[in-house]
């Protein structure tokens, strides 16, 4: 499976983006998807993961961030409103067909090359 993250910018505070992770090679559509992020100086942050149908979200980003799939499109997404600066990083997907629990450890095989996120204040 390689994975293929877009969709980061430069977005003022209070704005919206919303990341990709297309898969290509082999459908992924059963397995647990998640998203990382690493600010500069920072070490790598879980962010979000969706896995069965089923949301987990960072406590930071909750009520800001939705993780959502479309099986067709063989793409997870992450919807961000309310950016703050302090969102500000590159954000990688990852993914792991043996569990949520690799992927939210960060220990996923899968990992997208990141997509940069700024959010200016």
């Known amino acids: 499976v390689q994975l293929q993250a877009s969709g980061g910018g430069l977005v003022q505070a209070g704005g919206s983006l919303r990341l990709s992770c297309a898969a290509s090679g082999r459908t992924f559509s059963s397995y647990p998807v998640g998203w990382f992020r690493q600010a500069p100086g920072k070490e790598r942050q879980f962010v979000a993961v969706i896995s069965s149908g089923r949301t987990y979200y960072e406590d930071s980003v909750k009520g800001r961030f939705t993780i959502s799939r479309d099986s067709a499109q063989n793409t997870v997404y992450l919807q961000m409103n309310s950016l703050k600066p302090e969102d500000t990083a590159v954000y990688y997907c990852?993914?792991?067909?043996?569990?949520?629990?690799?992927?939210?450890?960060?220990?996923?095989?899968?990992w997208g090359q990141g997509t940069q996120v700024t959010v200016s204040s």
């Open positions: 990852t993914s792991d067909p043996r569990g949520p629990g690799m992927v939210v450890t960060g220990r996923g095989n899968y």
